[in-house]
């Protein structure tokens, strides 16, 4: 019972006021399946340079993130995004995307991986998306992120793709963007209507609202002390999001998905959220331990209960 | 057991997306007043010049607001203030002030008010704050909220007034401003040594975050579909948190002061603060009931509970 996870594992250089790193390992699929792997076992498909360094390869193994469907391109170099974030984090500058061997990603799922049940598209073109759901033969459970760039240039693709979809996980401006409106209850209501039955609004350090049959639960951020590096904090939601709900055999059944074990994996997202933020780039994960996770968790029941 | 409320009461002039009302009534301590009404006796001291309505002022005394401490300067103009919001209604900008009566306020209360046991200072000189604490003799729960202006050029009669508070309630980016500190938290932590034991930082349409005693309590905002007019919710806020904690009698005793009582005073002042949104200006309080106001609590609690 595995999570199959595609998206970009790239290098990243970020700068925040807290410091600056100039090529660490980063890419949606890196953060997700790092923090999915806390949960469920996880299998990348995804592309790197022969520049991809042993250890990082080292870090995702030791988390049994099965590699098999991440392809190596020989000759060619990893994915490299370069950022600098503002004084208070909440925006950032993109100073360098040098797409390189995902320029011509196109994912095909090796043949161990084409019956697992849980299926996480990160934000890649959505027809590649739509393929990587095609190769999949009885998958339980499929959801998604996109982002600005496919709203705006891949529109009709994107709504193709998302018919196929159970769950979409995306921040409020993309949410506004995709549904024209910006009230976000309608946003939601109109965003419903394209495919997905469950809709997953990430409002960064506000936390993320969940809607679905006309209800909706909305969890807070953490309230961190010290905010080193947001890089990555979306996908490490979406990890924990998804993660949880493969771990707990969570799929939809009669068209049902239910919603108790949803709020709970909203709040799991939060939580792997935010300790991404704790150190820079995936760093937290290198020593986060499944009681740190819990402990969180219990927290967050502890500061909302009333 | 009246709840006192000192500050402005304005006549505004205010424009948003969906719509301008040219002059309508407003100010800090109507809609405190307002708000705290539905859950307890008030009595308002403030200063209006006399064109004052009398159908403003039936209003207020139709609420079983007590009206003896408001002033009215015969041949002098009420306060006055305009305003226009952005189109996403997250910033405004002041098109004009006219303190007029306001500008020599200087609040002296009735004897009657003087032994009443709950005191809200809405945002005004400090030290008028101060001199209005002191006029009261048994007084079991004082709080109340300042903004930039007086932290800036009144910092030490500020910080001075707060010494004898036991609740602040502002907005967060006071709460840096005061603090000095970006991080909500650490925020929190430097202003609990300031004086007041209980801190409310309110954030706008995300909620608002209880501290006190080394914990903390987050409410998510209300999820409206419909914003007309922002005006007056955080002082909505601000009436349903002290008015419900007014009218339970929850009051610091011994030191203590009942956590779970104030988590639900936050949630009341998120009820009423999501109201007074519905419609422009104090219109939303014409026809709200208190069967309303309990559905919405009951409503934040299916929302947030996992």
């Known amino acids: 019972m595995s999570l ?84 208070d984090m909440n925006d950032r500058t993109t100073l360098r995307t040098d797409l390189n061997v995902f320029a011509d990603f196109n994912p095909k799922l090796p043949e161990s991986y084409r019956s697992e049940p849980y299926l996480f598209l990160g934000n890649i073109q959505p027809e590649l998306q739509r393929s990587v759901r095609e190769q999949m033969r009885s998958v339980k459970l499929t959801g998604g992120d996109t982002m600005n760039y496919w709203i705006n240039d891949f529109r009709p693709q994107l709504l193709e793709t998302l018919k196929a979809w ?3 996980l995306i921040n409020d401006s993309e949410a506004r963007l995709l549904s024209g409106e910006q009230n976000l209850r309608r946003a939601a209501a109109k965003i419903l209507e394209m495919g997905p039955h469950t809709l997953i609004i990430k409002r960064g350090e506000y936390g993320a609202v969940l809607f679905r049959n006309g209800c909706h639960f909305m969890a807070p951020g953490y309230l961190l002390e010290d905010v080193f590096d947001p ?71 502890t500061c909302t209960a009333f």
């Open 166 to 168: 159970d769950f979409l």
């Open 4 to 87: 199959i996870v595609v998206g970009s594992v790239a290098y990243d250089g970020v700068e925040t006021p807290h410091g600056k790193v100039d090529r660490m390992l980063g890419g949606a699929a890196t953060y997700i399946a790092l923090a999915a792997g806390y949960f469920t076992p996880v299998k990348i498909v995804a592309v790197v340079g022969d520049d991809f360094a042993k250890e990082d390869v080292d870090l995702l193994a030791s988390r049994q993130i099965d590699l098999e469907g991440m392809g190596r391109v020989p000759g060619g170099k990893t994915f490299f995004w370069a950022g600098v974030y503002s004084a």
């Open 231 to 301: 890089t990555g904090a979306g996908d490490s939601f979406a990890g924990g999001f998804i993660g949880y709900l493969a771990g707990r055999g969570v799929a939809v059944n009669n068209g049902n998905l239910d919603f108790a074990e949803l709020k709970r994996a909203v709040i799991y997202g939060s939580v792997m959220g935010s300790f991404c933020c704790e150190k820079f780039g995936v760093d937290r994960f290198r020593t986060l331990t499944r009681e740190e996770i819990e402990a969180r968790y219990h927290e967050f029941e």
